[in-house]
T-cell receptor, first 115, second 114 residues
Framework: GAGVSQSPRYKVAKRGQDVALRCDPI?????LFWYQQALGQGPEFLTY????????KSGLPSDRFFAERPEGSVSTLKIQRTQQEDSAVYLC?????????????FGPGTRLTVL | DQQVKQNSPSLSVQEGRISILNCDYT??????FLWYKKYPAEGPTFLIS?????DKNEDGRFTVFLNKSAKHLSLHIVPSQPGDSAVYFC?????????????FGKGTLLTVNP
């Protein structure tokens, strides 16, 4: 496909479960971002990759959150021991480069509900 | 403390009239400003942007105005169409530092009534 895809689209987890969210960026896009959007809020930055290198993880809320992009393409966001406050839509975005002139293209998001 | 504020959670306008969406920011390091549009169950899509060296940028029915002294920007949609009904997010970037990440406001839900 031409756009950013994410899977699953919806995930329900019991508190304490581990989850893994996948992002397939646009082919050839060097930069990949993860954002978290809580209900009624705007997206908030979690982490940023340039190719396979994770250059910024300052937005990850706790050490239960881990992201990887081992081959510089597909990325996975993993949340261990999920808590109710982790319930949110997780958005992935990719861009050709990392400057302000490179548009970030967003995927449809994964809606995570922790019971 | 929110760096980007969209103080109107919602706005309703009649088709054909002007929609004005507002955004305020506090961080003077921001020098690139964007508007994203979001439909339900979809990711945000880029709409229009403006650099801090300009005070206006126009693209068809969409115009963004930037008032740096007031740290305020606005998006004007003229004429508004029912298909414009969506959540609009204001976002900012700092081109000199961590220029890659976007800082978003909470969004404004625009409803255009036929």
């Amino acid at each position: 496909g031409a756009g950013v895809s994410q899977s699953p689209r919806y995930k329900v987890a019991k508190r304490g479960q581990d989850v893994a969210l996948r992002c397939d960026p646009i082919s050839g896009h060097v930069s990949l971002f993860w954002y978290q959007q809580a209900l009624g809020q705007g997206p908030e930055f979690l982490t940023y990759f340039q190719n396979e290198a994770q250059l910024d993880k300052s937005g990850l809320p706790s050490d239960r959150f881990f992201a990887e992009r081992p081959e510089g393409s597909v990325s996975t966001l993993k949340i261990q021991r999920t808590q109710q406050e982790d319930s949110a839509v997780y958005l992935c975005a990719s861009s050709l480069g990392a400057s302000v002139y490179n548009e970030q293209f967003f995927g449809p998001g994964t809606r995570l509900t922790v019971l | 403390d929110q760096q980007v504020k969209q103080n109107s959670p919602s706005l309703s306008v009649q088709e054909g009239r002007i929609s004005i969406l507002n955004c305020d920011y506090t961080n003077s390091m921001f020098d690139y400003f964007l508007w994203y549009k979001k439909y339900p169950a979809e990711g945000p899509t880029f709409l229009i942007s403006i650099s801090s060296i300009k005070d206006k940028n126009e693209d068809g029915r969409f115009t963004v105005f930037l008032n740096k002294s007031a740290k305020h920007l606005s998006l004007h949609i003229v004429p508004s169409q029912p298909g414009d009904s969506a959540v609009y997010f204001c976002a900012e970037q700092n081109s000199g530092g961590s220029n890659y990440k976007l800082t978003f406001g909470k969004g404004t839900l625009l409803t255009v009534n036929p």
